[in-house]
């Protein structure tokens, strides 16, 4: 089973700046078989990102994926009220698709 | 715009089975390319896939569930539903069902609003 260990776990930043957030996968992943959703309390996870660095309909430029060997990144530039949550990565590669335990983006 | 909507017990005792159903509108589960998830999430943890169903290629589970769980489907309801049997407090989950986004078989584009299941006596 492929771990992804997601970092940091708590990410404190103020509106209008920026967040960059990261995950580690324990062995090789395509970065065409890795997505980032978006969960707020008592919601469903949204997806923002899925193949790496393809934006879901209707979710705004200023998110985007990129990859880089084992690591990935999600960056959320110039943050919004909004935009405070917690954040997953998910692989869809191995036959078993699993998720990092996410970081949560508060309010500094 | 397609939409899914978890139903069942909030409420199981342990030892006993789980059963959730999925309805689903605005898209037919029999579609081909396309995959029905079930994922839970334990109290204030992480995401926990459980397996699909898809029309082209069968039910597949997580090997971590696999002796227990089972996906069925109702295509004259357009619903998918989830067995888990012999439950326990660890299987204490908010449940959701899910469907692929287009184009990324394992990605989870559009999901249910979830559904809170607590095993206890």
């Known amino acids: 089973e492929i771990v992804l260990t997601q970092s940091p776990g708590t990410l404190s930043l103020s509106p209008g700046e920026s967040a960059t957030l990261s995950c580690r996968a324990s062995q090789t992943v395509s970065s065409v078989f890795l997505a980032w959703y978006q969960q707020k309390p008592g919601q469903a996870p949204r997806l923002l990102i899925y193949g790496g660095s393809s934006r879901a309909t209707g979710i705004p430029d200023r998110f985007s994926g990129s990859a880089s060997g084992t690591d990935f990144t999600l960056t959320i530039s110039r943050l919004e009220p909004e935009d405070f949550a917690v954040y997953f990565c998910?692989?869809?590669?191995?036959?078993?698709?699993?998720f990092g335990r996410g970081t949560r983006v508060e309010i500094k | 715009q397609v939409q899914l909507q978890e139903s069942g017990p909030g409420l199981v005792k342990p030892s006993q089975t789980l059963s959730l159903t999925c309805s689903v509108s605005?898209?037919?589960?029999?579609?081909?390319?396309?995959?029905w998830d079930w994922i839970r999430q334990h109290p204030g943890k992480g995401l926990e896939w459980i397996g699909y169903f898809s029309s082209t290629a069968g039910t597949y589970y997580n090997p971590s569930l696999r002796s227990r769980v089972a996906i069925s489907v109702d295509t004259s309801m357009n619903q998918f539903s989830l067995r888990l049997t012999s439950v326990t407090a660890a299987d204490t989950a908010v449940y959701f069902c899910a469907r692929n986004h287009i184009g990324a078989a394992g990605s989870f584009g559009y999901w249910g609003q979830g559904a809170h299941v607590t095993v206890s006596s």
């Open positions: 605005g898209d037919s589960i029999t579609r081909g390319g396309f995959y």
């Open positions: 998910q692989q869809y590669v191995s036959s078993v698709w699993t």
